[in-house]
């Protein structure tokens, strides 16, 4: 899988640094995550939140059931009021696999916050 970004840094665009060059208003890889299956993203206003694999099955009576491929949600960028969930307010540049959260089916970003949903209900 390929994943790509590009325009203004606070180290949302994963790539392991904060430059803000002319290298960041062309589409770059984000490396670390080449080897991931990624299902979700979610874009806050300065940070980024990625949904590692599931696959997802119907049975015949319409119960929905997944299995975590991945298991892991990563967060990267700004951190300043702790939106990215590591447990501090330190920035940071390179995706990075949130600890102690599992079974989540999908995340969402606002301008300085994040959820994530366990399950596939509300």
């Not at 062309?26 to 806050?44: R, T, Y």
């Not at 099955?57 to 990267?76: E, F, K, L, M, P």
């Amino acid at each position: 899988m390929s994943i790509m970004t590009c325009f203004l840094d606070r180290g949302q665009l994963g790539l392991g640094h904060r430059r803000d060059s002319g290298s960041n208003w062309i589409p770059n890889h984000i490396v670390s995550l080449s080897d991931k299956q990624i299902v979700q993203f979610a874009c806050g206003a300065q940070h980024v939140l990625a949904v590692g694999g599931m696959e997802l099955t119907v049975n015949a009576i319409q119960t929905y059931r997944h299995t975590i491929v991945d298991g892991c949600v990563y967060s990267w960028g700004n951190n300043e009021f702790g939106q990215l969930g590591l447990g501090h307010t330190d920035d940071v540049c390179t995706p990075t696999c949130i600890p102690g959260i599992a079974g989540i089916s999908f995340v969402a970003c606002g301008a300085e916050h994040s959820l994530a949903m366990r399950g596939l209900r509300v």
